[in-house]
């Protein structure tokens, strides 16, 4: 972080023209080893490429991009010349603020002296006469209060005054008003009633800039026996304007003011009640800025020049934050937009802007002067396509991804990926416009509603059904009709808002908002197809294979498992969870397969053969013919399976392997008994969780869980406590961005942070346990201070929630733990093993990556060293070990692992049919030569070697 220091301001310097003053300031930057002194080249070049005078008698000077190299140690000095030195030709500096910074973090310095700057201290910086008064000068901040309509919710789904909180603490955080640390600083206990339902709460630590936001919750609450419908955050500090926050309380403490903000769902009209700044409603457009230093002096530059070309005004925003004018370089500095915020321009209606804004947009994308890589709007960045697939074999349409589901299918290809459409930006009338727009919306609603009539999947329908509403929203008629008379055309007024719309939604980062805007931009694409004449991409009459870029859990909902015959994506692992919902689901899949996927034109038929990754494109008639003939065979020893599902696994020498289902939905209990699971493995409770749109709270939990127990009828159940982290977000509990997730604040490392919640959750399972066989299992512990940290909560609830049939057990997912074993088998009542994880941090790949996961076999030999480590120090205590990862379904593992001595497999309910069939055909005393001789071996594929 780049601070201005007193210690870094040089007095009384003397330069008699620019070329002397950057020697000077090279001179300075040497002395302080910041930099070589070749670093001179940098600052000449790019005063060349244009001035860096800022304003008010202040330049910062600053290398090219090329010029980093010279740079030892980020920092920045600044040299006061009492006589001043010409810099662009007509203005005079007296202070140069020179920056040597090897990335973009001269962009705070930016906002640090812009934020001086809004005053004009031109003079005070000239007649300096101290360090002190110079630092003074430009740290001086105006006093201030935000309190715009960005920082007003309404309609917020929240369950309790916690909710709201976040709620309220995010808006501000979103806007970099406050930073971490806040939302513990704000105390219930201590929130204020104001009147009508509506209450405030204050905090003054981790305050960036005084600001206040509102947050209107959807249905009333309780709090303190009182109603609870409206929040204020105020975030204070000392930067407080205080004048003008008094003039917000006095509004609302005057009772009819109150009830008129109690009544208005509206933000912008109550903006405009409590005078906050409000969001113009003028003509917008969008852009991501694509610039890799964000946008700094020189871009703005350009962009004030061209926005200086209109009469009209222009202001812009970045992300969300608060509009200022695109004129003025100052105020667009001090917005500090970084490559990949959005930048949102406005333009006065009826002037000339509004048309310019067109020239504005184009003149960011083009780099305002710079060269840049655009950022694709449409698709996170990808890791690159494994070559083997795009280069090796072109022509004979034989393709390798990862092997993630088990199973051949074959169908045409329904490629999801987001589209492409030409259209006018200018519509010709007004009249003619507006009957395009409703014809083709009234176009894609029927064709809705044959859909919906023949479904027979009523989630399918629920879907589908709020599409329609969407349509017939009348403020998305109204916006887009606004757009129509900016004289645009249907389908760019058209596009335009929902693309804004939607990208408003998921910067919200609430999950049910980011999936309205996936809704959103569902609907979009069709009436915008209509409106292009494009023809409609139907979903094919018969099963196809969905190919996308990647299918996350989330998108379990969307799959119709009758529909879809097989998955093939471009990225993903065979232990990521996009692939263990295809197994969830039974179908099989390959991931993994590389960015070209998504370039197979719809309808081509496509082969998959989710036992060993491949896949064809436009096979020929007879693999089309053996490939059936083979899954017909499978198919049959399938049913085979499945008459004896209920059956116990037991080897031929009955040695008997309890056999556990994984499950992620509590309602999924029920299949996973009748698929012949003997107990649940392993219930993903933050899966669970995920299934709710906010935190379920305690008594939503108990009765989550009272599901799963009831449709277990005695048998027992696995839970594995709140998963957070890694790839698996949620979105209603806000974790701060973090380099490596995998290896950072995730599973038990989350939950102790958080005790409330894992105490709440540990109190809605003892609850709904009734005595009858419950285990509770840490995830990612890999410590045994982790372990007794949690235990020692979970006897705390149980002192309150007394529970006879519990079992405490870790899950083993970090080597650390594994090697640790021999310690916590003493304390624990058993060990579930997440190979998935495990393999992932034995192995240093990320189970995810496109590239390497399939080198992350959980049959490699240090894997199953440490599991055998596991498994003998368990027994040792007499304390039970299963495995709850993908490996305990693989067949190639299933012997090895019997053999280690692992005690319970737990899997995905589709798949224990045929690893009890297969067990069946074992003997014991074999596999447990097999494991040792697996564990001698050398890399996964001499294992599989040795099973084969
Ligand atoms: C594992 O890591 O093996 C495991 C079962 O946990 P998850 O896949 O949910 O991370
Ligand atoms: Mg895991």
């Known amino acids: 972080m780049i601070a201005l220091d007193i210690q870094h301001v040089r007095m009384n310097q003397h330069a008699v023209d620019k070329a002397q003053a950057l020697q000077c300031l090279v001179n300075i930057l040497v002395e302080d080893q910041l930099v070589t002194p070749e670093y001179l080249q940098g600052l000449t070049a790019r005063e060349q490429q244009s001035a860096t005078y800022l304003g008010q008698g202040i330049a910062i000077p600053h290398g090219t991009p090329q010029s980093r190299q010279y740079i030892l140690e980020t920092g920045v000095r600044l040299a006061h010349f009492p006589e001043g030195v010409v810099w662009d030709g007509e203005n005079k500096i007296y202070l140069a603020v020179v920056i040597a910074a090897k990335s973009d973090e001269h962009l705070q310095v930016l906002q640090i002296l812009t934020r001086a700057l809004i005053d004009d201290v031109s003079e005070q910086v000239k007649n300096a006469q101290s360090a002190e008064q110079i630092i003074e000068l430009l740290h001086a901040q105006p006093p201030s209060l935000a309190l715009h309509e960005n920082l007003i919710a309404t309609q917020v789904a929240a369950e309790d005054v916690e909710d709201l909180i976040w709620h309220g603490t995010q808006l501000l955080k ?141 202001q812009v925003a970045a992300d969300d934050g608060a509009f200022v004018s695109a004129k003025s370089l100052t105020k667009l500095l001090s917005i500090g937009c970084r490559r990949g915020q959005t930048l949102t321009f406005i333009a006065e209606p009826e002037t000339d802007a509004v048309a310019g804004l067109d020239a504005v947009i184009q003149a960011v994308k083009d780099g305002l002067g710079e060269e840049v890589e655009p950022i694709d709007e449409h698709t996170a960045p990808v890791a690159q396509v494994p070559e083997v697939l795009t280069f090796e074999q072109p022509n004979d349409g034989n393709n390798k991804g990862i092997a993630a589901s088990a199973g051949l299918a074959f169908g045409p290809a329904h490629v999801v990926k987001p589209r492409e459409f030409q259209y006018d930006r200018f519509g010709h009338s007004l009249k003619q416009e507006n009957e395009r727009l409703d014809i083709a919306i009234r176009q894609v609603k029927n064709s809705i509603r044959q859909f919906i009539a023949q479904t027979q999947s009523s989630a399918i329908k629920q879907i589908f ?94 799959l119709n498992k009758d529909r879809v015959a097989g998955i093939l994506t471009a990225v993903g692992g065979a232990s990521a969870h996009s692939a263990i919902v295809a197994r969830a689901l039974g179908i099989p899949a390959v991931v993994g397969a590389g960015a070209d996927v998504l370039n197979i034109d719809s309808n081509t038929t496509v082969l998959i053969n989710g036992d060993n990754g491949e896949f064809v494109i436009e096979p020929e008639q007879s693999l089309i013919d053996h490939a059936m003939a083979e899954r017909a065979k499978q198919q049959q020893l399938r049913t085979e399976a499945e008459q004896h599902c209920l059956d116990a696994a037991i080897t031929l020498d009955q040695h008997h392997v309890e056999i556990a289902a994984n499950i992620g939905k509590v309602q999924a209990t029920a299949q996973a008994v009748k698929y012949g699971a003997e107990a649940i493995g392993l219930l993903r409770t933050e899966l669970v969780f995920m299934s709710h749109n906010s935190a379920p709270n305690e008594a939503t939990q108990e009765a989550d869980y009272r599901v799963v127990l009831d449709a277990l009828a005695g048998r027992p159940l696995v839970v594995r406590t709140l998963d957070v982290g890694g790839d698996k977000p949620l979105p209603y509990l806000p974790l701060a961005p973090e380099e490596n997730p995998f290896l950072g604040v995730r599973g038990i490392r989350l939950t102790l942070r958080k005790p409330e919640l894992l105490r709440q959750q540990l109190a809605a399972l003892l609850k709904a346990a009734d005595n009858r066989p419950l285990r509770i299992m840490f995830p990612m512990i890999g410590r045994v201070e982790e372990w007794r940290a949690a235990k020692a909560i979970l006897d705390e609830v149980r002192a309150e929630y007394p529970c006879d049939n519990l079992q405490v057990g870790v899950m083993i997912e970090v080597p650390a733990a594994a090697l640790l074993t021999p310690i916590l088998a003493q304390e624990v009542d058993f060990f579930s093993i997440g190979t998935n994880d495990l393999t992932q941090y034995t192995m ?72 009890k069939a297969q067990i069946r055909t074992l003997n014991y005393a074999h596999c447990q030569q097999l494991a040792q001789q697996a564990l001698r071996c050398e890399s996964a594929l001499a294992v599989r070697d040795l099973v084969e």
């Open 174 to 314: 979103q806007q970099k008003l406050v930073e971490c640390g806040f939302l513990s600083a704000l105390n219930p206990k201590h929130m204020i009633h104001l009147g009508e339902g509506i209450w405030s709460i204050t905090a003054n630590q981790h305050v960036l800039s005084p600001a206040v936001s509102i947050i209107k919750s959807e249905q009333p609450i309780r709090h303190q026996d009182k109603e609870l419908s409206s929040l204020l955050c105020v975030a204070s500090n000392d930067q407080l304007d205080m004048p003008q926050f008094n003039r917000l309380m006095d509004i609302l403490f005057d009772p009819a003011q109150l009830s008129k903000i109690h009544q208005e769902q509206n933000s912008h009209q109550i903006a405009q009640l409590i005078g906050a700044e409000v969001i113009p409603d003028w003509p917008a457009r969008k852009i991501i800025l694509a610039n890799a230093h964000g946008l700094h002096a020189r871009p703005a530059t350009q962009l004030v020049n061209i926005t200086k070309n209109f009469q009209g005004e222009i």
């Open 465 to 558: 059904l709020a599409h329609l509403e969407m349509l017939d929203d009348p403020d998305l008629i109204q916006n887009v009709k606004r757009g129509l008379k900016q004289n645009l055309s249907a389908a760019a007024a058209w596009h335009d808002y929902i693309e804004s719309a939607a990208k408003a939604q998921e910067a919200l980062k609430d999950r049910l908002l980011a999936e309205r805007a996936a809704d959103l931009r569902d609907i979009g694409e069709r009436v915008l197809a209509v409106l292009c004449g494009a023809p409609e991409i139907s979903e094919p009459e018969q099963p196809y294979i969905l190919i996308m870029h990647d299918v996350g859990p989330s998108d379990v909902a969307r």
């Open 844 to 915: 240093a790949i990320d189970r995810g990556h496109p590239l390497l996961s399939a080198e992350a076999d959980g049959l490699h030999p240090s894997v199953l060293l440490l599991i055998d480590q596991a498994v003998r120090s368990a027994h040792q205590y007499g304390k039970w070990v299963g495995i709850c990862g993908e490996l305990a379904a693989d067949p190639k593992a299933v012997p090895v692992l019997l053999g280690l001595g692992v005690d319970e497999l737990s899997m995905s309910s589709a798949s224990i049919p045929l690893v």
